[in-house]
């Protein structure tokens, strides 16, 4: 069992580094993305209000797997063709974008009214207003389900591997294939996904802490 | 069109100004001057508007019509025939130019005391950190808090903090400062502290245009009452004339006589 592991482990590597540069790139794209829009949805005028909830509301009523299909097999018909790398990426991050803008909206709607008014009558900008009295105070309820948001994300990245894309859990099945020794490669990669989510959520814990300063 | 400074002799200088929420007419054709330096109360029953009126005055809400100027210069709306309301940039300017004190402090929570005061001076003013910090400080000083320069709104009282809300305000230096019920969401027994620095800064010259229900106060400090009742100004007057208990105003000798009966 130990050989096995030994055999697989250069593979496994390089699945394990794909897996980690697709969460990346979701994270971080749906982070901008889904701020953007979030700030549309609490802040904007009506029909950017309403577009950013259309939106939101349906692709979270979407599985992720239907998505992902959907931007690879369906949008070739309207001659949008992506690389399965990229269609997956592009799935996967609208589908955490729409996430990330319902974070936004609920950590920066538990901010009381008071404190737009207040930053607004010592004569703060909208971008001033967000930057050094908003988004501090929301950051600490933003956090906590973002972070749940980013586990959820290097979780569901082993969708990718169902376009053919070798990140980690293509290559545990590439693994099995040849060695048709299933139990120990899916404990291993049990494991791998269980060391990033774990570190991911500690971190989010002291995160929380350093930033408790605000009294409920 | 010019913006002509002081085109009226009064700093603040509304005029027919009406505000509806939906059908619900909140002010009817209100007009009031406050002169440089005079203390200006309003006072009525709730529901009259006063609120609403003074948020008018620094745009935290938008009229329909008349118009409001401070020094001269026309507050939400560009000047020009179409009432076009001012950009994100100059609403923010004009709003530095006017203070204001809210019912419930809206301290902001993550920042210390000084901080809550710095950081309209750094953004908005434009001043350096340490020059911002010794404003701060003697304002706080001012409000008898300069040993709470580095505390967090949390570990403050209530009256407290609304010292620390009223040096945050001055500490811009506004033309007139607003005071929105400052007192309302206090202990009793905190109240005096608050009122007793408005007063020192009605006694520098500050204008000021507040709605209150502090009675006495509003006797002792104001040059002038307005007296609101159903979105308009029923009675204006000095406190004299306006809290006789004699005034042939119904509206007016109605809430009196209720507030003398709640307030003993």
Known sequence: MLGQIIYAVPFLAQGFAVTLWVSLLVVVLSLIAGVLLGVGLVYGPAPLRWAVRIFSDTIRGIPILVLMFFVYYGLPAIGLHLPSFWAAVCALTLFKTAQVIEYLRGAVGSIPKGQSEAAMAIGLTFRQRLTYVIFPQAFRRFLPPWINGVTDAVKGSALVSLLGITDLMQAINQVIGRTYEAMPLYILGALIYFAVNYALSLASRRLERRFSFIRE | ?264
Not at chain 2, 125 to 148: D, F, P, Q
Request: hydrophobic letters at 45%.
């Open chain 2, 1 to 264: 069109m010019s913006e002509a400074p002081n085109a009226s002799p009064a700093l603040l200088d509304m005029r027919d100004v009406s505000k509806a929420f939906g059908a619900v007419e909140v002010l009817r054709s209100v007009s009031l001057q406050v002169k440089r330096g005079e203390v200006v109360t309003v006072i009525g029953p709730s529901g009259s508007g006063k609120t609403t009126l003074l948020r008018c005055v620094n745009f935290l809400e938008s009229y329909d019509s008349g118009s409001i100027r401070i020094d001269g210069k026309e507050v939400g709306f560009r000047e020009t025939a179409t009432r076009q309301r001012r950009s994100e940039r100059d609403l923010a300017a004009m709003r530095a130019e006017t203070g204001m004190v809210f019912q419930s402090f809206n301290l902001f929570p993550h920042l210390t005391a000084a901080g809550n005061i710095m950081l309209g001076l750094t953004k908005v003013r434009g001043k350096k950190e340490a020059e911002a910090r010794s404003i701060a400080e003697h304002w706080l000083g001012r409000v008898g808090l300069a040993h709470k320069a580095d505390s967090l709104p949390a570990e403050l009282s209530g009256g407290q903090q609304q010292r620390v809300g009223i040096a945050r305000a001055v500490a811009m230096e506004p033309k007139i400062l607003l005071l929105d019920e400052i007192t309302s969401a206090l202990d009793p027994e905190l109240v005096g502290e608050v009122l007793a620095v408005v007063r020192s800064l009605a006694d520098d010259g500050m204008t000021m245009l507040m709605v209150t229900h502090e009675m006495a106060f509003a006797r002792d400090a104001s040059s002038r009452i307005v007296f609101m009742a159903d979105g308009e100004v029923s009675a204006v007057g000095p406190p004299k004339e306006i809290l006789a208990a004699e005034t042939s105003n119904e509206r007016l000798r109605t809430f009196l006589a209720r507030f003398r009966a709640s307030h003993f």
